[in-house]
């Protein structure tokens, strides 16, 4: 009689080579898929600040050559800021926030949000914020800066991934307990400012870490978009002594040629 020969199977040794294959493979490309999901974060929140980037340019069109105030008063704006949204995001008792002055030309809320933050629930601590310098404050005796006034929009910083809805170059060297912070300059990272106490928690996720691989995404001051270092960032702010940078040529001051 002949006898079946019976399936060879694999031995303790090629089985154990065979995960440590694996192992080996999976060590090696999970970084690369994390690197290019992030990739695909970063293209779509650059395309966000495009056309936000893009609103601000139509916006200014349309106000004779004037950038909006980063925060105006209810009052103020009277009646007709109740149409501008039902997304109770980008507004506050009292004011209504600069996203909603350009939300008419971007026909999206969604555009204001990073898709690389963890963090999107309020639009006051969200994921862009604009240089002060140029979207100014809308006090009741603050007037908008005109684009004509700003020598060289093209290296002047107009909006960027941020802790909140606006910034100027003292936050950005020492950030305080409202959040407003740039993401890259925390613990750790190549700034290497102090731990910040936040209100929110968990929202300084991307302090140290920076929000697209130790860098934020940039609009200057003529709509274009560019990653930069959040170093670069810092370093432009550090030139500055105060928080309107007056006197300083640094890309946060608009009036002043940066270039």
């Known amino acids: 009689m002949s006898q079946k020969q019976r399936g060879h199977g694999f031995t303790l040794i090629e089985l154990l080579v065979v995960i440590a294959i694996i192992s080996i493979l999976a060590a090696i490309l999970f970084p690369v898929f994390a690197r290019a999901r992030e990739n695909a974060r970063r293209a779509s929140c650059m395309?966000?600040?495009?056309?936000?980037?893009?609103?601000?340019?139509m916006y200014v069109q349309d106000y004779d050559e004037d950038y909006p105030l980063n925060w105006q008063s209810k009052v103020s704006m009277g009646a007709p800021w109740t149409t501008l949204s039902s997304k109770a995001d980008f507004t506050s008792s009292?004011?209504?926030?600069?996203?909603?002055?350009i939300q008419p030309y971007t026909k999206s809320e969604q555009v204001f949000y990073c898709p690389s933050s963890t963090y999107d629930s309020s639009g006051t601590y969200g994921n862009?914020?604009?240089?002060?310098i140029?979207?100014?404050?809308?006090?009741?005796?603050?007037?908008?800066?005109?684009m004509a006034a700003v020598p060289?929009?093209?290296t002047t910083y107009m909006i960027m991934d941020a802790g909140i809805y606006r910034l100027n170059p003292t936050d950005i060297k020492g950030p305080g307990a409202a959040c407003n912070y740039l993401p890259g300059t925390g613990p750790g990272s190549a700034v290497n400012l102090p731990a910040m106490s936040c209100a929110l928690s968990g929202l300084p996720d991307d302090?140290?870490?920076g929000r697209h691989f130790e860098g934020v995404n940039m609009v200057f001051g003529d709509g274009h978009v560019k990653w930069l270092k959040s170093e670069t960032v810092y370093r432009e702010a550090a030139k500055c002594?105060?928080?309107?940078?007056?006197?300083?040529?640094?890309?946060w001051n608009a009036l002043l040629d940066n270039s």
């Open 207 to 209: 302090y140290a870490t």
């Open 128 to 132: 862009y914020g604009v240089n002060r």
């Open 94 to 101: 009292s004011s209504v926030f600069w996203p909603l002055f």
């Open 152 to 154: 060289s929009p093209a």
């Open 47 to 57: 395309s966000n600040l495009k056309q936000i980037g893009l609103g601000v340019m």
């Open 241 to 251: 002594s105060s928080g309107t940078c007056s006197g300083t040529a640094s890309a």
């Open 134 to 146: 140029i979207l100014k404050d809308g006090s009741s005796t603050a007037t908008a800066l005109s």
